[in-house]
């Protein structure tokens, strides 16, 4: 039964209302409330962040970074960027409206448009339909007022937004920027909205994070001043080079933090692997997990290392050296070693075959990162020929096929 008294308070401007669809410029009377900062944010990020391969210091950053205001994670590819910005939410309590950049977006699609919908009495009606911003800033009004009501809800939600870099900006925010950080509490007008429930305040507690692939230089360089002002740039990175003498299995504690991305990958990839082999049957997932961990940790251990070995050599190489440069992300390494394990499963291959499937795994899941805008063909080519077994085939020939189409384009 509703609440009369609560209702009449609520009409009288006494307290806010509950749901601010049909009552968007009363978003003004919550505005002023700041992000409550959870008393044990570091445990709670620590927990939100387990079993991703994040630095301390990266963590640590984002975090400060979201007490002031909105966020781009950037980095290469496949660093755990989508997941940190999941994670990051987790840990200061609040619930996410993600969002896919899309390189159509517009200002109807990020701040509102009218609709024309057709009612079944053939009767037509224009409507108002919030785009992506104004929809996630109006779900966290409503948000922060559930949390007050229940602490044990969000304390807000944040519009996540992946793959940044798609959008056109100045087509898709418009003057939207212009708004976002000033600290007056300055209204964005809705121009798809009725008049009345037009204005909108953007909440002290609502925030932004976008995930930037950092490959896209030029679109970091094609963004205003206004817009790189309004946001605070965390590079998700690539761990540090393994220190002289570290070997990937050993079991020092702490590790430096490129063993521990080993220990990462090899305990993620017995769980996705186990989970996909035991999809039927649930109650071995755990048993399937723990044997294809002995497996990773025993008989494969060597070539997992190669495989680390290899990668350790793209990605740390310098500019005078003659191997190609690419900072290869957690989570191509992880698919690299899915796919070997799979495909041994599926053609029951024996340990002493596990070698070239590793190295098939590699043509078909790392080489293809290896491009010829990004790296010269020579330098390809080079590098194809001083690999070892078991990358000496399959790899080397994926990598050669590079170079071949490569210097077809220039001819
Ligand atoms: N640093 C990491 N530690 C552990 N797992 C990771 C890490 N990075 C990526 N992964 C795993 O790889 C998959 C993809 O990660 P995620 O989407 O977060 O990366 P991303 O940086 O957003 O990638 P992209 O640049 O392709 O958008 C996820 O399943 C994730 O668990
Ligand atoms: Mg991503």
Redesign the pocket.
């Known amino acids: 039964m509703p609440n009369v008294n609560e209702e009449t308070l609520v009409e009288q401007g006494a307290i806010p209302p509950t749901e601010f669809h049909d009552k968007i410029e009363r978003i003004r009377e919550i505005a002023q409330y700041d992000i409550d900062s959870p008393q044990d944010l570091t445990a709670r990020l620590e927990k939100a962040t387990q079993?991703?391969?994040?630095s301390p210091e990266t963590l640590r950053s984002a975090a400060a970074a979201l007490r002031v205001g909105h966020v781009v994670l950037q980095?290469p590819?496949?660093?755990?960027?989508?997941?940190?910005a999941r994670a990051l939410c987790e840990a200061f309590h609040v619930s996410t409206f993600p969002v896919t950049a899309h390189e159509d977006w517009t200002v109807f699609d990020v701040i509102g448009r009218l609709e024309l919908r057709l009612h079944a009495d053939r009767k037509e009606e224009i409507v108002p339909v919030n785009g992506y911003f104004t929809e996630s800033v109006v779900r966290c009004a409503n948000a922060i007022v559930r949390h007050f009501d229940d602490p044990a809800e969000p304390q807000a939600e944040w519009l996540l937004i992946?793959?940044l870099n798609r959008a056109h900006m100045d087509r898709a925010f418009g003057e939207l920027f212009t708004v976002l950080g000033t600290d007056a509490a300055l209204p964005i007008t809705l121009p798809h909205q009725r008049d009345g429930n037009r204005n909108l305040v953007i909440p002290r507690r609502f925030r932004i994070i976008a995930?930037l692939?950092s490959f896209d230089r030029q679109f970091v360089n094609n963004l205003s001043q206004a817009i790189r002002r309004r946001f605070t740039f965390i590079t998700?990175d690539i761990p540090d080079k393994r220190p002289m003498g570290a070997t990937w299995s050993n079991t020092a504690n702490p590790a430096p933090l490129a063993v521990q991305e080993y220990r990462?990958v090899v305990e993620?990839v017995a769980s996705r692997v186990a989970k996909r082999l035991t999809s039927l049957d649930t109650s071995r997932t755990q048993q399937e997990t723990s044997d294809i961990l002995v497996k990773l940790k025993g008989p494969l251990a060597a070539l997992v290392g190669q495989l680390f070995d290899l990668i350790e050599r793209v990605r740390y190489s310098g500019p005078d050296q003659r191997v190609p440069h690419l900072p290869i992300?957690?989570?191509q390494i992880?698919d690299t070693l899915e796919l070997l394990l799979l495909r041994m499963s599926q053609d029951n291959v024996a340990l002493e075959g596990a070698g070239d499937i590793l190295d098939w795994a590699v043509s078909v899941k790392i080489v293809p990162l290896f491009d010829t805008d990004v790296v010269a063909p020579e330098v390809l080519k080079e590098f194809a020929s001083t690999l070892s077994a078991p990358f000496d085939k399959a790899t080397r020939r994926a990598l050669l096929g590079i170079v071949a189409a490569g210097m077809h384009f220039v001819e």
């Open positions: 079993g991703l391969l994040i980095g590819p496949g660093t755990g960027k989508s997941s940190l992946d793959e995930t692939n998700v990462t993620r992300g957690t989570a992880i």
